[in-house]
């Protein structure tokens, strides 16, 4: 079984900041591209970053300059930094990953059960 684990999350002011951390732990050959999502209250899940095993990143506008992903390949891990925090990224705050299964032939994306993030004005 694989399973992706979120911590990190919290209340914080606005103008501060958080670290994310997304584990994946199971039976992992490789993990291609990792990602963090958010959901608002009442709002659709959308994307806020994502890096490639090669570690090219890619963010949501929103989140240009104040947000920064990265990823450990060797421990099958990734983190989201967050500064300069508003109250708009506020929200549920979810790992997700294509990991291939050791044994298995297809990637599988998988999703972290979620972390909340509170920023306060």
């Known amino acids: 079984q694989v399973q992706l684990v979120e911590s990190g999350g919290g209340l914080v002011q606005a103008g501060g900041s958080l670290r994310l951390s997304c584990a994946a732990s199971?039976?992992?050959?490789?993990?291609?591209?990792m990602g963090w999502y958010r959901q608002a209250p009442g709002k659709q899940r959308e994307l806020v970053a994502t890096i490639t095993s090669g570690s090219s990143t890619n963010y949501a506008d929103s989140v240009k300059g104040r947000f920064t992903i990265s990823r450990d390949n060797a421990k099958n891990t990734a983190a989201l930094q967050m500064n300069s925090l508003k109250p708009e990224d506020t929200g549920v705050y979810y790992c997700?990953?294509?990991?291939?299964?050791?044994?298995?032939?297809?990637?599988?994306?998988?999703w972290g059960q979620g972390t909340q993030v509170t920023v306060s004005s």
């Open positions: 199971g039976s992992i050959f490789s993990i291609n591209l």
């Open positions: 997700n990953a294509d990991i291939l299964r050791r044994g298995s032939f297809n990637y599988v994306n998988y």
